[in-house]
Structure formats: C-alpha cells, structure tokens
C-alpha cells in the first residue's frame, strides 16, 4: 500500500524555522517527482486555495518554488531513505497551513485535478499524498 507519512509541523513565531519530513514507502520514491503542497487550515486537500510551495524531480536535480516561498523554503529528497524533506526559514504568518507531502504525475493520469502545474516542460497533477502536518505561525 502506497503510503506518505509527514511530520515535523508545528507551532513557530514569525520569522522562525521548521523542517518537515515526509516518509514514503509502498512504492518506488525514486521514480517519481515529489511536491510539498499546502491548504489553508480546515479546508480540505481538494478545494479552492491549494498551492504547490515546492517540488522536486525524481533525481533531486531540479527545484521548482513558488513566488511566495522562493528564498526561504529549500525542498530535497533522499532516495535512498525514501525522504522528502521541506526546510522552511524566516517564516511568515502566512504561510500557516496544512502541509502535504504529494506524488506528482502527469496531469492526465492524476487521481485529482484539483492542482495542476507546469514543470519542466509537462503539466502534473497530485496522484497520492499524505494526511499532512499543520504549522501555525503565530506570535
């Protein structure tokens, strides 16, 4: 069973750190490009406002960041351990949410089309993600 386990959220004062974890296991991490995604506290994955912060292709060579983060967030992977990883500095009470760990695939295969994005010459959608890991920034 495919499975994504993130971890790592919690409760930081603007301007502070977290590093988010997602374990994957059940199928071969290493083949798939991976994204970190986030929604807004108490809407669901699928709904309107779901942002891919950040993805990375299946070899860790090429990053993708949105606007919002770029600079702060850095995305890296390990495939040897089956690990996505997520640092966040200089965080912003705008970047609270829940936070998702996401198979990427091509757009046309996706299982939703509630995120599609256009990387590296192909658009994709999410095929497979976690329950996620909420962080709040908060004074």
């Known amino acids: 069973e495919d499975q994504l386990v993130e971890s790592g959220g919690g409760l930081v004062q603007p301007g502070g750190s977290l590093r988010l974890s997602c374990a994957a296991s059940?199928?071969?991490?290493?083949?798939?490009?991976m994204a970190w995604v986030r929604q807004a506290p108490g809407k669901g994955l699928e709904e309107k406002g779901l942002?891919?912060?950040?993805?990375?292709?299946?070899?860790?060579?090429?990053?993708y960041y949105a606007d919002s983060v770029k600079g702060r967030f850095t995305i890296s992977r390990d495939n040897v351990k089956n690990k996505l990883y997520l640092q966040m500095n200089s965080l912003k009470t705008e970047d609270t949410a829940r936070y998702y760990c996401?198979?990427?695939?091509?757009?046309?295969?996706?299982?939703?089309?509630?995120?599609?994005?256009?990387?590296?010459?192909?658009?994709?959608?999410?095929?497979?993600w976690g329950q996620g890991t909420l962080v709040t920034i908060s004074s």
């Open positions: 996401a198979t990427l695939v091509p757009a046309g295969a996706a299982a939703t089309q509630a995120l599609v994005i256009g990387l590296w010459g192909t658009d994709y959608g999410l095929d497979y």
């Open positions: 059940g199928f071969t991490f290493s083949g798939y490009v």
């Open positions: 942002e891919c912060v950040a993805a990375i292709n299946s070899g860790g060579g090429s990053t």
